[in-house]
């Protein structure tokens, strides 16, 4: 695609200063670092590199993450302010200070009130989700470890490293064939057939607020990703958090709803995190 190498998404090395690491992922390092906007405004900003191990084997998805995070805009959505060519490529995006939102949760679990930042951060990424859904995106890996904190009252989605865009509103089908797939994050139609939709997402936008709740577990524990299977399968899910107020847990379960169609759209979860709903009761 053109997009992807007009120049404007193309930062000149020079204009970056790379600081500390700030995060390691599977396939990447994170750095701090700066850059001089070609307004001279100087902003910190987060550097994204493959490992070296990683480059040849991963750059293909590296630059397709690029290619999509270049596309979205919206203020509950990491930015990604562009790509650099150094020694290897750099992604260059918006710096979240406070980090992943599953660090911040164990972290930081005296700093949090479940009855205002949890309602906060959980309409902020339906808002982010909602807007990936309106630009046709399934993002395919929503988990608390995927958001990331811009301050204590902004969440935003990032990782788009399993994302893809829908074709003409058919679902996306991968083959789930090895690879690391993160299974608990997954809806029954996604584990059984590969099969991913807004739907999906829904329902681990449902495990992702689960986390929440519960500042920080696994969910389903110590089982392996089969036996957390086995249990949807038979109807089981996971259990209310104590922190966790029955209206939001019934939420919880309407996004666990075994037929997609059954649960709530991401329009309907923004509604009910960030509306007038009385039946959240949130403002
Ligand atoms: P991978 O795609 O390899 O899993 P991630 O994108 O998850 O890598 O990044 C790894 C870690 O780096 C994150 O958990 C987070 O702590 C940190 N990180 C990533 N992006 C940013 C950012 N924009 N601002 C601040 N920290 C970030």
Same mark, same amino acid.
């Given at each position: 695609?053109?997009?992807?190498? !007009?120049?404007?998404?193309?930062i000149p090395i020079d204009r970056l200063s790379?600081?500390? $690491?700030?995060?390691?992922?599977?396939?990447?390092?994170?750095?701090?670092g700066s850059y001089t906007k070609p307004n001279r405004e100087v902003i910190?900003v987060?550097?994204?590199?493959?490992?070296?191990? #990683?480059?040849?084997?991963?750059?293909?998805?590296?630059?397709?993450?690029?290619?999509?995070?270049?596309?979205?805009?919206?203020?509950?959505?990491?930015?990604?302010?562009?790509?650099?060519? *150094?020694?290897?490529?750099?992604?260059?995006?918006? +710096?979240?200070?406070?980090?992943?939102?599953?660090?911040?949760? =164990?972290?930081?679990?005296?700093?949090?009130?479940?009855?205002?930042?949890?309602?906060?951060?959980? *309409? $902020?990424?339906?808002?982010?989700?909602?807007? +990936?859904?309106?630009?046709?995106?399934?993002?395919?890996?929503?988990?608390?470890?995927?958001?990331?904190?811009? @301050?204590?009252?902004?969440?935003?989605?990032? &990782?788009?490293?399993?994302?893809?865009?829908?074709?003409?509103?058919?679902?996306?089908?991968?083959?789930?064939?090895?690879?690391?797939?993160?299974?608990?994050?997954?809806?029954?139609? !996604?584990?059984?057939?590969?099969?991913?939709?807004?739907?999906?997402?829904?329902?681990?936008?449902?495990? @992702?607020?689960?986390?929440?709740?519960?500042?920080?577990?696994?969910?389903?524990?110590?089982?392996?990703? !089969?036996?957390?299977?086995?249990?949807?399968?038979?109807?089981?899910?996971?259990? $209310?958090?104590?922190?966790?107020?029955? /209206?939001? =847990?019934?939420?919880?379960? #309407?996004?666990? #709803?075994?037929?997609?169609? /059954?649960?709530?759209?991401?329009?309907?979860?923004?509604?009910?995190?960030?509306? &007038?709903?009385?039946?959240?009761?949130?403002?």
């Amino acid at each position: 695609n053109n997009n992807m190498d !007009s120049n404007s998404d193309y930062i000149p090395i020079d204009r970056l200063s790379l600081g500390n $690491q700030i995060g390691e992922g599977e396939f990447a390092s994170v750095y701090e670092g700066s850059y001089t906007k070609p307004n001279r405004e100087v902003i910190k900003v987060a550097i994204k590199t493959l490992r070296s191990e #990683q480059v040849e084997m991963n750059k293909t998805a590296f630059l397709s993450e690029a290619h999509i995070m270049l596309r979205l805009n919206h203020h509950c959505i990491v930015k990604l302010l562009g790509l650099c060519k *150094g020694q290897t490529l750099f992604m260059v995006q918006e +710096l979240m200070p406070l980090g992943s939102l599953l660090h911040y949760l =164990y972290e930081h679990q005296e700093k949090i009130n479940p009855n205002y930042e949890f309602k906060i951060w959980a *309409g $902020q990424i339906a808002c982010g989700m909602n807007y +990936l859904e309106e630009q046709r995106f399934v993002h395919r890996d929503l988990a608390a470890r995927n958001i990331l904190l811009a @301050t204590q009252h902004q969440a935003k989605i990032s &990782d788009f490293g399993l994302s893809r865009a829908l074709n003409a509103g058919h679902e996306y089908y991968m083959a789930l064939q090895g690879g690391k797939w993160p299974l608990k994050w997954y809806a029954p139609e !996604s584990y059984n057939y590969g099969n991913f939709h807004h739907k999906s997402d829904v329902w681990s936008f449902g495990v @992702t607020i689960w986390e929440m709740y519960s500042f920080g577990s696994s969910p389903y524990g110590e089982m392996k990703g !089969s036996e957390a299977i086995n249990l949807i399968e038979a109807g089981g899910r996971l259990e $209310q958090p104590e922190a966790c107020p029955d /209206n939001i =847990y019934k939420v919880m379960g #309407q996004c666990w #709803q075994y037929k997609p169609e /059954n649960r709530p759209s991401f329009k309907n979860l923004l509604d009910i995190f960030c509306g &007038d709903s009385e039946y959240m009761n949130i403002r």
